[in-house]
């Protein structure tokens, strides 16, 4: 008996036998993957503050976990008598002031490492020239460091 006729019988109508369909699994991690991936985009080009997300804090109710969960570590935390304070910051691209003339840096403006008060060596922070806030959201827990106490939302 060929093969074709062997297919025809099993009902495969003359397809050759390969890997199958493909498996459902793949698509639906691609699809949870998805929002993932552009928050990654948001975080990297600066813009980290969801007004959205904002929205959906209640102030006595909202978890430390959802607020991490919608904006990420914080850009700065503050340890107060009151509780801790998370503290965001967006930043969008400025308005070019004009013609930037090129320039070479001195040697000690190049070099990655400086030296500090105490005479530890840290990284040079890099500058953000063409950036300027977008908007900056304080959020204050309670004294529990769980529970949202108050927030703050401002856009510039």
Same mark, same amino acid.
């Given at each position: ?61 909202? *978890? %430390?976990? $959802? ?6 570590? +914080? ?8 509780? =801790? ?36 060596? *840290? %990284?040079? $922070? ?6 300027? +806030? ?8 309670? =004294? ?13």
């Amino acid at each position: 008996m060929s093969k074709l006729s062997q297919n025809r019988r099993r009902g495969t109508r003359g397809l050759a036998a390969g890997p199958g369909p493909r498996p459902r699994g793949a698509m639906l991690l691609l699809v949870l993957a998805l929002p993932l991936i552009l928050g990654a985009w948001s975080d990297v080009s600066g813009n980290t503050i969801n007004p959205r997300f904002v929205q959906r804090i209640k102030d006595g109710q909202t *978890k %430390k976990h $959802e607020i991490l969960l919608y904006f990420g570590e +914080p850009k700065e935390v503050e340890r107060t008598a009151e509780g =801790p304070v998370f503290k965001y910051i967006s930043f969008k691209d400025a308005a070019p002031m004009g013609v930037k003339q090129e320039r070479t840096p001195e040697q000690q403006s190049s070099h990655p490492y400086f030296l500090d008060e105490e005479k530890k060596i *840290k %990284k040079v $922070e890099p500058k953000r020239e063409n950036k300027v +806030p977008r908007s900056s959201l304080t959020i204050r827990f309670k =004294p529990d460091g769980e529970t949202v106490m108050s927030h703050e939302y401002k856009e510039y």
